[in-house]
């Protein structure tokens, strides 16, 4: 089962959850698709066993060959290509790599070359298996990037898919393959405007979901109203806590320290396994 843990913002303890919920499966596979600011290396701290970079196909002029009629510049829907009256220009952080300019050439002046945009790491961290994606600085998108994650895991394995937060395409390559999806909100209007933002592509998506708050102080707040509002299942509540807040600095795995830390992501887990199953 692929379980998709998002979060309309950063900071509300999507990591936090996904990396607890990772270790109370056993044999589990974690996907860190946050690949602009990946940090669940930081909770899963086993050594890199194996870096793979990811590139992109990007066009190359040869302007011997090219007599400037204008027929790529035409094409390029993304505006990623344009004539200067002398020569073409490439706009590499801005090409789709879409392949259609060389395709449309009709002096065969256009060949792609692999950009590289980033990487993915390999770590072992005790039965678990953690795919770190990282988005080079600088580039626009890491869609190419994510859909490499995506293919390191089959059908068979137990996956948690940390997505990046928002409800960008990039949030929606994360979770096209998921079976479920978990989302993270605080206790605050704010955090209950992004759950609404998530809920809504989720649904979008039509993903079974379920919700958990975090940080939350024994009160009604407005992201559990709008749950209540939606009719959205409140699989778990994480109380504010002085001792989860220094775990989570310090990169520490709760539900590794203290039975009652286990038993609370271990139910969050049969609750999941009892919504996919229904």
């Known amino acids: 089962m692929k379980i998709a843990v998002l979060s309309g913002k950063g900071g509300t303890g999507k990591t936090f959850v996904s990396t607890n919920l990772t270790r109370v499966i056993n044999n589990s596979t974690y996907l860190d698709c946050d690949v602009e600011e990946p940090n669940g290396y930081l909770f899963l701290k086993g050594p890199v066993l194996e870096t793979s970079p990811v590139a992109l ?3 190359i002029i040869d302007h ?4 400037g009629c204008k027929k790529c510049v035409d094409f390029c829907q993304f505006n990623a290509l344009a004539y200067t009256g002398k020569r073409v220009l490439v706009f590499e952080k801005i090409c789709h790599s879409c392949g259609g300019c060389e395709i449309i050439c009709p002096q065969n002046a256009i060949k792609e070359v692999p950009r590289e945009i980033g990487k993915i790491e390999k770590r072992s961290y005790e039965d678990t298996t953690l795919y770190t994606g990282m988005l080079n600085t600088g580039e626009e998108s ?4 994510i859909g490499e994650l995506l293919k390191k895991v089959s059908e068979e394995d137990s996956v948690v ?49 379920g919700v958990v708050l975090n940080k939350t102080l024994g009160d009604r707040n407005p992201s559990e109203d709008y749950c209540q509002e939606m009719g ?11 001792e989860l807040g220094n775990y989570n600095a310090e990169g520490i795995i709760a539900a590794e320290q203290k039975d009652e830390y286990k038993n609370m992501f271990t139910g969050l887990l049969h609750r999941i396994h009892e919504e996919v199953s229904v």
Request: aromatic letters at 6%; hydrophobic letters at 40%.
């Open 57 to 59: 196909p990007i066009p």
């Open 64 to 67: 011997q060959l090219c007599d």
């Open 142 to 145: 890491g869609t190419a990037i």
């Open 161 to 209: 898919i940390d997505c990046p937060p928002g409800s960008s395409c990039v949030v929606m390559d994360s979770i096209r393959d998921a079976d479920y999806c978990l989302l993270v909100a605080e206790p605050s209007i704010f955090g209950s405007h992004n759950l609404r933002m998530v809920h809504e592509l989720v649904s979008l998506f039509e993903k079974p979901l």
């Open 232 to 242: 959205l299942d409140i699989l778990l509540r994480i109380p504010w806590s002085d």
